[in-house]
């Protein structure tokens, strides 16, 4: 079996290295923070902020599995936010007794649908949940020769698209563009259509139908138990180490860290596309830097305080109007409660004026939960590289085997947005093929 070496220790190389453990490769990890989980982690120096994860993320949920935690993620049914006006409007996708035609009973009662609208509106909404996804499998990600591309996933609009499918109007606006923005981090006309229908269906058929959002609960879920759990598969891990450079040898690869060289069959190489830099040295991967160089990032930012006497409001609390903006309510055990808003899918080079948010977080927070007395002070998180997005145009990289190397990244093409499931569905691929080639020579 090859001996197998997986640059960075986040969702991807997590899955990947515990895929390939599992075909029975010889695997080290290396990652460079002295903690792993990468941008899903809640480490010492790394704090990702609320991740939405749903029961519609199987990849995702086996690599809990793998890490043993898979039993401690509490997740809620699943309801649909749908923004028209001023307001947000739920649609439960989990009704015990009508199950997915419950948001369709739901939308054609709705009074911001005309009435003209309902009927089809409801028929089609009905229509989309009970559709098969046309996500790839694992085996259709992996070609004939044994791994050597990903598909790639379509750049048609969001509007073609709902054209195509025969969606009205109103479904495209309302539920399209709510759930691209919730989904991909991104305005609905940015996002390659079929990763944004792919990730729907893929909700939309889910059985369980249950999701919520982990903030600090990942520092459990994920960051916390995987060096036991790496360790109990036989995976080693050598962290906090930074890959410096990847150079081809004559049977495999050649990696070089601060602490020294050491040589591999094959590498599996998760890094997000600011930190390619330990690959410029080989040639074959020009296309894949290209398609790094062409990638935005987006930013998250999170706004935080502590309030005193806060109406208990759990979940979701309202929307910032004319903003991407999701507000938060939580106790705490001393009896206080943090409140948060969350800006996602900000352009990263977008100028944010910190303190007129900060002026509106309070006045905001301060109507919307009847709050007094603010502890501390309030805190503003922001994560300039949260997520890749797609522009129309610019192709996701398909992971290619130059002679034992694959890219596994979220931001390669799975036909899923950049996610913790896309990380994790990327990183098994990549694990399963790599675990499986053949060694040219040991
Ligand atoms: C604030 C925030 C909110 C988010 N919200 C959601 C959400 O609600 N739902 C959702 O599904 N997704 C969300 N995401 C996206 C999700 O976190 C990412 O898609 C996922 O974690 C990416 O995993 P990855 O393994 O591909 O990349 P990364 O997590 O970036 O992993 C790469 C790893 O490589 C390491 N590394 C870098 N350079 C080197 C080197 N030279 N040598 C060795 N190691 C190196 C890094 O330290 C890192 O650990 C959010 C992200 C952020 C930041």
Not at 124 to 144: C, F, G, K, N, Q
Not at 153 to 169: A, I, Y
Not at 327 to 334: A, H, K, L, V
Not at 400 to 405: A, H, I, M, S, V
């Amino acid at each position: 079996m090859p001996d197998i070496a997986i640059i960075g220790g986040g969702v991807a190389g997590l899955a990947a290295a515990f895929t390939a453990a599992n075909e029975g490769a010889s695997v080290t990890l290396y990652e460079a923070a002295p903690f792993l989980g990468g941008r899903g982690a809640c480490g010492p120096q790394g704090d990702a902020g609320r991740h939405l994860v749903t029961t519609a993320y199987t990849a995702f949920l086996r690599l809990l599995e793998n890490l043993g935690s898979r039993d401690a993620l509490q997740l809620q049914p699943l309801s649909l936010g749908v923004l028209a006006g001023h307001r947000r409007l739920w649609w439960h996708l989990c009704h015990p007794v009508f199950g997915g035609s419950a948001a369709g009973i739901q939308f054609m009662a709705s009074p911001m649908i005309s009435l003209p609208q309902r009927i089809p509106a409801a028929i089609s909404l009905v229509h989309a949940l009970s559709t098969a996804p046309r996500e790839p499998a694992p085996d259709d990600l992996i070609d004939a020769n044994g791994s050597r591309g990903f598909a790639t996933t379509g750049e048609r609009s969001l509007p073609d698209l709902f054209r195509q499918t025969r969606r009205p109007g109103t479904l495209q606006r309302r539920l399209g563009l709510v759930s691209a923005r919730s989904m991909c981090n991104l305005p609905g006309e940015e996002v390659a259509a079929d990763v944004f229908l792919t990730a729907l269906w893929r909700i939309i058929d889910d059985k369980q139908k249950l999701a919520g959002w982990a903030r600090g609960d990942l520092a459990g879920l994920l960051t916390a138990p995987a060096p036991a759990a790496l360790e109990k598969a036989g995976i080693r891990l050598r962290m906090p180490e930074p890959v410096v450079s990847v150079r081809r040898t004559r049977c495999g690869w050649n990696l070089k860290t601060p602490n020294g060289n050491d040589n591999y069959d094959i590498v599996i190489c998760t890094l997000p596309p600011w930190s390619l830099r330990p690959l410029e040295q080989i040639g074959e991967l020009a296309p894949l830097l290209q398609a790094a160089g062409e990638m935005e990032s987006r930013r998250i930012v999170t706004l935080r305080a502590h309030y005193q006497r806060v109406e208990t409001l759990p979940g979701p609390l309202g929307e910032e109007e004319g903003e991407q903006g999701v507000w938060f309510s939580e106790s705490q055990p001393d009896g206080s409660f943090r409140v948060e808003y969350v800006l996602s899918g900000l352009d990263s080079t977008e100028l944010i004026d910190k303190e007129a948010l900060l002026k509106k977080f309070h006045a905001r927070a301060q109507s919307l939960l009847h709050a007094e007395g603010r502890i501390g002070a309030p805190d503003v998180r922001n994560y300039p590289r949260a997520t890749v997005s797609l522009k129309p145009g610019v192709k996701r990289p398909r992971l290619f085997q130059t002679r034992g190397f694959y890219y596994a990244g979220e931001w390669s093409a799975t036909g899923l947005p950049c996610t913790l499931e896309a990380a994790s569905l990327a990183g098994e691929t990549a694990g399963r093929a790599a675990a499986l080639a053949e060694v040219i020579c040991s």
